[in-house]
């Protein structure tokens, strides 16, 4: 496919980039890279939208963020194969995540019209007074090629609802459906409401220093620093991955390792919130590397789940596995399909018998990899699961929910699972902690991202 999303009418071959297919490494096409006139031409855009799209009513917003997911829907098809094209992720995971991305529109639409605010009334003597809650004005969305279309929802949906317009940089490799929503949000929107510019890092470089009024990016930790630098004292809100830690208790149920081996490989591991540390008591650790063994080869890239995104990815994760000290490995299989041998594919890994400090444990794989450690009891593996720079998301997996239930608030993460990972709705927040960031997604929480409160009062007693 070409793009057509801020193309000029005869570009130089310089305004190109190419699109490869991760699953067979051929070019698929080509998009706009985007330059600073492109960047200022599409904030003014946003900007004009905003005077308009600010003052509607939440009702009216909510009937047209309503169209928009109804037209996602209706081209629920066109969307899945968008994915599956930047990603080569399988069509299933491709149409659920992108049912997913509606269900995220529709909960905002009616979220901006049910929101809470807080106290207001006669809080000063002969005074009354109320809260209003306001959009921040443009808001530059930069998100991963993980998730092209569902993480552009969870960054647009609030923001938009909130009363603010949105331009959103989708990754270079992955722009398919950040362009297709763009086409629809102008539809079903307005003009202006939600743009889409294309290009590589230097673009979202350049749409981060533009004329916005708030950052919204989801990325790697040095993505992240380099975007609160480059924004000063304007609004961030920083999602920055995950390095996630599950412990296992001794009592776990036996189709525990089949579930950690399945969310471990879900997107060939590119999920920040995917388990990717697995920490069990010494007594259970041999029981849990066989039965790990067993569930990660039963997961088989190109037939279970997809290839890494692009060839920078594959290496870094490759060196990472090279590097490592882990005593143990346990290695899967790969069975592409016709034309495909060429692809971004990693088989899945266990690595056990790995040391403190060991780069596998310390570094984001974000691979179809597992890393296997074992602590002396309850408090050992609390601390080692707390001994990471990020502090996304956690599971604890055991039959006793006593025992579960005082493990959760003790782990440094924004999100805590039992006997499952993984599981996300649209009504529960979603953040990080430490160097994972400091934003929030999905939830109302979300809406008050891209929101101040402006407090008004009245004298009443004159």
Known sequence: MKSTVGMASKPNRDDELDLV???TRQVRGTMRNSCAEDTKRAVARGRTAYEWWRWLTPKAREERLSRLA???????ENYALREVAGTGKPIGEAVGEVRQAVDLFRFYAWSARTQPSVAAGGLVAGHESWVRWEPLGVVAVVVPWNYPLLMTAWRCAPALAAGNCVVVKPAETTPDTAMLLAEHADAALGEGVLGCLTGDRDTGRLLVSSDVDVIAFTGSAVGGLDVAHRAGVRRVSLELGGNAPAIILPDADSGTYADLAAAATYNAGQSCA????IITLDRNYDTAVAALSAG????????????????????RCNQLLNDSNAAVREGGTVAPGPGESNG???STMLLADVPDGDCT???????????????????????????QRQALAASVWTRDLHAALAIAPRLNAGEVWVNCHLVQTAELPHGGRGESGSGTDL??????????PKTVTIRVDA
């Open 274 to 277: 995917a388990p990717a540390r």
């Open 70 to 76: 109804d037209l996602i829907e209706e081209q629920i």
């Open 361 to 387: 444990v310390t570094e984001e794989v974000f691979g179809p990899v597992l890393t296997v450690q074992h602590a002396a009891d309850v408090e050992s593996a609390v601390r080692m699961a707390n001994s």
């Open 344 to 346: 971004h594919w990693r």
């Open 443 to 452: 939830s109302t929480i979300a809406l008050h991202e891209y929101q101040r």
């Open 21 to 23: 297919d991760p699953r």
């Open 296 to 315: 990660m080869r039963d997961r088989v890239a190109a037939r279970d789940f997809g290839p890494l995104n692009n060839p920078h990815q594959l290496a």
